[in-house]
């Protein structure tokens, strides 16, 4: 059985023009998000009336006129209503669970990342550190903020090989790991415009607004702070020059 590679292409745009890396999603996570979450929503459309049927009785359920509209579908037309909703929320879902992770396209002298909602872009010579942090890609400049940071569906070995072939200074962790401190409501910022943003950035973060994330990341690198995040909490630390 063939192994899973990631969706890596090499080209030039000119003759003399660098050669290009682009990672993506692998192609075969493409076609399983694609196909397989409109099937799973079109799927779960057929049975959502079965289901509510047989737990109907069940005492204290939650949503319960919900339910019973959902039991009483019994006429063909409701249940192709149904499966016709799920295909649309699958395919809804499908583009937006691939929109929402990065696409890296590399150079010897430049690196351009971002996703639908923001891009990036970052001369080689400037770029400090690369690494992973969890499921996120990672760019640092001279002055340690996070040029980009996002989830990328690629693996981190060929990640890693890309940005080595290219020149880039790969690491295997953090290097500033150690100066992030949590944040929450009344921490001690040093800074109390920086707690603001802060505050505002965990409202964008439970609202999953991608484009605010962002923005709110670089006023608070703009006052001197960097962020990451673990689900809604925030870990922030000072800039460091290298």
Do not use: C, N
């Not at 080209?11 to 397989?36: E, F, M, N, Y």
């Not at 929109?99 to 996703?115: F, N």
């Amino acid at each position: 059985m063939a192994s899973r590679q990631p969706h890596e292409q090499v080209s030039t745009s000119a003759p003399d023009a660098p050669a290009a890396t682009v990672l993506g999603h692998p192609r075969s996570d493409q076609i399983l998000v694609l196909v397989g979450m409109p099937l799973f929503g079109t799927a779960l459309g057929l049975f959502l009336p079965f289901l509510a049927r047989q737990i109907i009785d069940w005492p204290k359920l939650p949503f319960r006129v919900v339910l019973e509209f959902l039991a009483s579908a019994e006429a063909t037309w409701q249940v192709m209503a149904f499966m016709g909703g799920g295909f649309v929320l699958g395919v809804v879902f499908a583009f937006v669970a691939l929109s929402e992770s990065l696409t890296v396209t590399l150079t010897d002298v430049r690196v351009e990342a971002g996703t639908d909602d923001w891009r990036q872009a970052i001369d080689r010579e400037d770029v400090s550190a690369v690494f992973l942090d969890g499921g996120q890609l990672v760019v640092l400049d001279h002055d340690s903020r996070q040029v980009v940071r996002g989830a990328h569906a690629a693996p981190g070995q060929s990640i890693a090989a890309a940005f080595r072939r290219h020149g880039y200074p790969w690491h295997g962790s953090d290097p500033y790991a150690e100066l992030f401190q949590k944040w929450d409501p009344g921490s001690d910022v040093p800074r109390p415009e920086a707690s603001a943003v802060l505050a505002a950035r965990r409202e964008a973060l439970k609202r999953k607004s991608g484009r605010d994330v962002h923005r709110l990341t670089q006023a608070a690198e703009e006052l001197g702070y960097t962020v990451r995040e673990k689900g809604t909490e925030q870990y922030w630390r000072p800039l460091v020059r290298s």
